[in-house]
């Protein structure tokens, strides 16, 4: 390395250029490139552009970048995917990220367009991202049926991701049923089945969500079923269960609508039952890990939270001898206990 390569700001360079890498990435996955490379690879840049139907010279710049960014092979037969694409970028890979990428770049990514007025007003910027105003995050999400199956796709593919890790962060096999609250297509309640066999698992989410969960089930039913209840959590009366779970839930939501879902869980606790979170616990400072700092910035009306405003925040619900797994990977786990009532 020379000096002068020495002294450069490596770090802000990178980070100067992480939007555009960002973008190849997605634009590759939109046109379901590394699907055609799984398939059919490895394939000359005017192959992939006719099967795509894309410009030979603009296909062979996207395949270069991917390349370039570690996410394909390039020899003189032809571009093929990686190992981590096969299984992380194609749509029908085993942990499939092709749902949250496709979210990230139809959703997020106008969302973050629009960051400077988000800081500018300290709000959600859906009015200039996609001319409407949302009421609610998920009535935005659940408008229409394209949006909707993009949004579960998108949860389903992190949370089948992360399933295992959270099924197994804490020994689970002394509860007898449990209830995953916005617990989507179920991918965290069929893992749950897998690890503890005994278990009842039911999923409770929106009529919306539930109508179109068949797509996501596992196509070989090897457990018990998981049951799906419909029903709105701040208004409808919870399933019983001795463990409940809300997995990436609290984050989206401000202090008032919290108090209602706590309150609601609380009271339907009996002494000894559980409650898991599955967030992303922020360190003390709150500036760490960034990826949760970063999700902060789309501005929902609700926060990413330390663990000890987690322990705090779940005390005031009457949960004590609170648990914390941090993974240092996509999501931690936090188990704690409905407090015995006082003789
Ligand atoms: N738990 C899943 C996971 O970790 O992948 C999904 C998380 S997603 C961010 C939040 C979930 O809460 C969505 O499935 C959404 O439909 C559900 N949800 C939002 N509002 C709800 C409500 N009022 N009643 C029930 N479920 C709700």
Same mark, same amino acid.
């Given at each position: 390395?020379? %000096? @002068? $390569?020495?002294?450069?700001? *490596?770090?802000?360079?990178?980070?100067?250029? +992480?939007? /555009? !890498?960002?973008?190849?990435?997605?634009?590759?996955?939109?046109?379901?490139?590394?699907?055609?490379?799984?398939?059919?690879?490895?394939?000359?840049?005017?192959?992939?552009?006719?099967?795509?139907?894309?410009?030979?010279?603009?296909?062979?710049?996207?395949?270069?970048?991917?390349?370039?960014?570690?996410?394909?092979?390039?020899?003189?037969?032809?571009?093929?995917?990686?190992?981590?694409?096969?299984?992380?970028?194609?749509?029908?890979?085993?942990?499939?990220?092709?749902?949250?990428?496709?979210?990230?770049?139809?959703?997020?990514?106008?969302?973050?367009?629009?960051? %400077? @007025? $988000?800081?500018?007003?300290? *709000?959600?910027?859906?009015?200039?991202?996609? +001319?409407? /105003? !949302?009421?609610?995050?998920?009535?935005?999400?659940?408008?229409?049926?394209?949006?909707?199956?993009?949004?579960?796709?998108?949860?389903?593919?992190?949370?089948?991701?992360?399933?295992?890790?959270?099924?197994?962060?804490?020994?689970?096999?002394?509860?007898?049923?449990?209830?995953?609250?916005?617990?989507?297509?179920?991918?965290?309640?069929?893992?749950?089945?897998?690890?503890?066999?005994?278990?009842?698992?039911?999923?409770?989410?929106?009529?919306?969500?539930?109508?179109?969960?068949?797509?996501?089930?596992?196509?070989?039913?090897?457990?018990?079923?998981?049951?799906?209840? @419909?029903?709105?959590?701040?208004?409808?009366?919870?399933?019983?269960?001795?463990?409940?779970?809300?997995?990436?839930?609290?984050?989206?939501?401000?202090?008032?609508?919290?108090?209602?879902?706590?309150?609601?869980?609380?009271?339907?606790?009996?002494?000894?039952?559980?409650?898991?979170?599955?967030?992303?616990?922020?360190?003390?400072?709150?500036?760490?890990?960034?990826?949760?700092?970063?999700?902060?910035?789309?501005?929902?009306?609700?926060?990413?939270?330390?663990?000890?405003?987690?322990?705090?925040?779940?005390?005031?619900?009457?949960?004590?001898?609170?648990?914390?797994?941090?993974?240092?990977?996509?999501?931690?786990?936090?188990?704690?206990?409905?407090?015995?009532?006082?003789?």
């Amino acid at each position: 390395v020379s %000096e @002068s $390569a020495a002294k450069l700001p *490596s770090k802000i360079l990178d980070l100067m250029d +992480g939007f /555009k !890498a960002s973008k190849a990435l997605f634009v590759a996955s939109k046109l379901k490139m590394f699907d055609y490379l799984k398939n059919k690879g490895p394939l000359k840049a005017v192959d992939v552009a006719n099967e795509v139907g894309t410009s030979v010279c603009g296909t062979e710049r996207l395949l270069d970048a991917c390349v370039a960014l570690g996410l394909l092979e390039k020899t003189s037969q032809g571009y093929s995917n990686t190992d981590s694409a096969n299984i992380y970028l194609t749509s029908d890979g085993e942990y499939s990220l092709h749902g949250y990428i496709i979210h990230s770049n139809d959703h997020l990514w106008p969302l973050f367009t629009n960051l %400077e @007025s $988000a800081v500018r007003e300290g *709000s959600r910027q859906n009015h200039r991202a996609f +001319g409407r /105003k !949302a009421e609610d995050l998920f009535k935005d999400y659940y408008h229409s049926q394209e949006v909707k199956q993009r949004f579960m796709a998108a949860m389903h593919s992190i949370a089948h991701l992360t399933a295992r890790d959270l099924a197994t962060a804490f020994d689970l096999s002394q509860f007898k049923s449990t209830c995953d609250l916005g617990g989507c297509t179920g991918a965290l309640a069929h893992e749950l089945i897998q690890i503890y066999p005994n278990m009842k698992v039911t999923v409770f989410d929106l009529p919306e969500v539930i109508a179109n969960i068949s797509y996501f089930q596992p196509s070989e039913q090897c457990t018990a079923p998981v049951t799906f209840v @419909s029903g709105d959590f701040f208004k409808d009366n919870l399933p019983e269960a001795d463990l409940y779970i809300l997995s990436r839930v609290l984050h989206d939501w401000p202090d008032e609508k919290i108090h209602i879902l706590l309150s609601k869980i609380s009271a339907v606790c009996k002494p000894g039952s559980a409650l898991l979170v599955a967030e992303i616990v922020l360190d003390e400072q709150k500036t760490h890990p960034p990826r949760a700092v970063l999700q902060s910035l789309s501005m929902t009306e609700g926060k990413q939270r330390s663990g000890s405003e987690y322990k705090q925040l779940l005390e005031k619900y009457g949960f004590t001898n609170t648990q914390f797994k941090i993974t240092g990977t996509l999501l931690d786990a936090v188990l704690c206990f409905k407090k015995n009532l006082s003789p």
